[in-house]
Nanobody
Framework: QVQLVESGGGLVRAGGSQGLSCAAS????????MAWFRQAPGKEREFVAG????????YYADSVKGRFTISRDNAKNTVYLQMNSLKPEDTAVYYC????????????????WGQGTQVTVSS
């Protein structure tokens, strides 16, 4: 199995930046596609960004394109989400997720999940 632990959440001002990290352990990290999802209060969990196991392709929700960047360092078993130009609408619990090889937009396709980290953006 794969264990995932998110870190880096907190309170930031609108227009500011925040970086999230997800540390993986257990199975070989480089064999997994990784993704970030988020869930705002009263809302469904939604796809934010994904990255292939080789880091040759990245995918973003329309709402975060141009503002967020997903990356990974397989040697460190870590995936990152750099969030810039944050908006109050970005306030949510952010979850790291993993599955074999291919990125998808569907949360039910992911086999492993972290516990989440809260990101709050004040206006």
């Amino acid at each position: 199995q794969v264990q995932l632990v998110e870190s880096g959440g907190g309170l930031v001002r609108a227009g500011g930046s925040q970086g999230l990290s997800c540390a993986a352990s257990g199975r070989t990290f480089s064999n997994y596609a990784m993704a970030w999802f988020r869930q705002a209060p009263g809302k469904e969990r939604e796809f934010v960004a994904g990255i292939t196991w080789s880091a040759t392709s990245t995918y973003y929700a329309d709402s975060v394109k141009g503002r967020f960047t997903i990356s990974r360092d397989n040697a460190k078993n870590t995936v990152y989400l750099q969030m810039n130009s944050l908006k109050p609408e970005d306030t949510a619990v952010y979850y790291c997720a993993a599955r074999y090889y291919s990125v998808t937009y569907y949360l039910k396709d992911y086999d492993y999940w972290g516990q989440g980290t809260q990101v709050t953006v004040s206006s």
